[in-house]
């Protein structure tokens, strides 16, 4: 089981950068790949972002392309999400994810964070 801790949550204007940091422990960290969702209010759970084992492979949504960066840092067991000209429809608790195996796969989800909460005003 994989134990995962999301920080960098805040409050941020239309236009402004963010970075989440997600912290990972339990298991060998390069081992799988990590993802980014998350879930605004009244709304489902909605896939952001996610990456390879080794900083391969990244996957994002359409609406976050241009304005996001996933990346890892295995020797820091951590993945960090940096969110570039922030709307305010990018308001939404942010959770990490880490699936079971090295390559990402929205199936094989293994763990989940308690989420972050961004929040953009306009």
């Known amino acids: 089981q994989v134990q995962l801790v999301e920080s960098g949550g805040g409050l ?3 236009g402004g950068s963010l970075r989440l940091s997600c912290a990972a422990s ?3 960290f390069s081992n799988y790949a990590m993802g980014w969702f998350r879930q605004a209010p009244g709304k489902e759970r909605e896939f952001v972002a996610a990456i390879n084992w080794n ?3 990244t996957y994002y949504e359409d609406s976050v392309k241009g304005r996001a960066t996933i990346s890892r840092d295995n ?5 960090y999400l ?3 000209s922030l709307r305010p ?9 880490a699936a ?5 796969s929205m199936k094989d989800i293994g763990s989940w964070g308690q989420g972050a909460q961004v929040t953009v005003s306009s």
Do not use: H, I, L
């Open 12 to 14: 941020v204007q239309a």
């Open 26 to 28: 339990g298991r060998t």
């Open 55 to 57: 900083n391969g492979a």
């Open 75 to 79: 020797a820091k067991n951590t993945v």
């Open 82 to 84: 940096q969110m570039n």
């Open 89 to 97: 429809e990018d308001t939404a608790v942010y959770s990490c994810a």
């Open 100 to 104: 079971r195996t090295r390559f990402w």
